[in-house]
């Protein structure tokens, strides 16, 4: 019996070897590999089968963690010794600043990057953004960026052509393509 994380490699084999259209919007540019969030360890363990897979279609990969995002951030804060003792106060600061700073984080590894059209951006670990900013916002915010493809490993659900992080949020509309099993 072929494990799920297989078949997900397998659904993305075939969704990285089709021809990519570069007169695509940005947001069209965006794939989503959707799977259940008990299934996170098995697909850290196998990324390097998704950076294979895309090598072998003749792609380029370049893989890109959120997980240092928020820490960055908050370490960098001038109130953060405040914000730990009443963290209610920190609500505001996560809709604008953070919001902003994520946006910009992304940009800069995306831009330090060096991609091209030609290039697969793999986002991992969006779900360290959970219950700091929205997924969405941040792929808005860095969509015109994406001269290729941009990959999320997302951890939720896709129904009815709604994601949803960790199955906890609602979910948005998104015009990004979804692999799932």
Excluded at 34 to 58: A, C, H, M, W
Aim: net charge negative; with cysteine.
């Amino acid at each position: 019996m072929i494990s799920k994380v297989d078949q997900l490699i397998s659904a993305f084999d075939k969704v990285v070897r089709e021809p990519w259209n570069n007169t695509l919007s940005g947001q069209e540019k965006v794939w989503f590999l959707v799977y259940d969030p008990s299934e996170q360890r098995k697909i850290d363990l196998r990324i390097g089968d998704f950076e294979n897979t895309t090598i072998k279609s003749g792609k380029k990969w370049v893989e890109i963690s959120l997980k240092s995002c928020f820490p960055t951030w908050m370490a960098a804060h001038d109130y953060k010794e405040e914000y730990f003792q009443d963290p209610e106060a920190l609500v505001d600061q996560l809709d604008v600043d953070f919001k902003e700073y994520a946006i910009r984080f992304l940009l800069d590894k995306i831009n330090n990057s060096k991609c091209d059209e030609n290039t697969l951006i793999a986002i991992k670990e969006a779900s360290s953004l959970f219950g700091f900013t929205r997924m969405s916002d941040v792929i808005n915010g860095c969509s015109s960026a994406i001269e290729g493809r941009m990959l999320i490993f997302f951890p939720g659900e896709f129904e009815k052509n709604q994601y949803r992080l960790l199955d906890a949020r609602d979910g948005w509309d998104y015009l990004a393509r979804p692999i799932t099993l």
